[in-house]
């Protein structure tokens, strides 16, 4: 009963802080917004292939595709249906710089270190396990160059408003699995392996610490 009242209270308030071309889709509420952006300020001054893990349909790739750089980007995602959108999305533009395929992040199909950058933001919360998480991050590792970077979110359990509603997710929505990690735990992964952490930069609250959401950027 309670997540009957609670799940179309959670819609609206993400419609309410979405922008208003993206408002109905489930990637578009303020934190992700302002995660893509941010994302975008990163990877904007780099050229190469960028491999976008999860790409959806293709919001990332808005306003990306500057003259300034020469980017070529690929986009993988599980579903067809949400691929099939984002090319019809992007058909008309950019069509030689963008490409997208279906994939699995633990499963990636690229050989070693053939990616300029690599990218995956705003999925691993939504990984069922922690072992997803690893596979995922050892696979961009694996795929990136040694003069690339990798790019990823955490959505910070030791902040209170992610830990409790992550924990009680289940009241407000039945249909979604919420995972949180603190920062060590997943750039631990990378740094065992040589890569060293670039960049930690925290959105929505200004200490990194306890920020709800920490972008990290890895190169070796």
């Known amino acids: 009963m309670l997540s009957k009242i609670l799940r179309p209270l959670t819609n609206l308030v993400r419609d309410f802080l979405s922008k208003p071309d993206e408002r109905g889709d489930l990637t578009s ?18 050229n190469g292939f960028l491999l976008d893990i999860g790409c959806g349909d293709g919001l990332l790739y808005e306003n990306l595709m500057a003259k300034e750089n020469k980017l070529r980007c690929i986009g993988v995602d599980t579903e067809y249906e949400i691929l099939a959108t984002a090319k019809k999305k992007f ?3 950019e069509q030689n710089r ?5 994939a699995h992040a633990q499963n990636l199909p690229f050989l070693d270190k053939t990616i300029d950058n690599v990218i995956c933001i705003n999925i691993f919360y939504n990984f069922h396990t922690k072992d997803n998480v690893v596979e995922t991050l050892e ?22 408003f ?5 924990k009680f997710v289940w009241i407000y929505d039945t249909h979604v699995t919420l995972k949180a990690y603190s920062l060590k735990e997943l750039t631990t992964i990378l740094t065992s392996k040589g890569l060293v952490i670039k960049e ?14 920490i972008l990290v950027k890895a190169g070796y």
């Open 162 to 166: 992610v830990y409790l509603s992550f």
């Open 91 to 93: 058909r008309k533009k």
């Open 139 to 160: 696979e961009m590792e694996r795929v990136c160059k040694r003069d690339g970077f990798i790019i990823f979110d955490v959505r910070n359990k030791i902040n209170p």
């Open 29 to 46: 509420d303020l934190f992700r917004f302002k995660i893509r952006a941010k994302a975008r300020q990163l990877i904007n001054n780099h």
């Open 200 to 213: 930690t930069i925290p959105i929505g609250f200004p200490i990194t610490m306890f920020a709800p959401i």
């Open 98 to 102: 963008l490409s997208f395929l279906k």
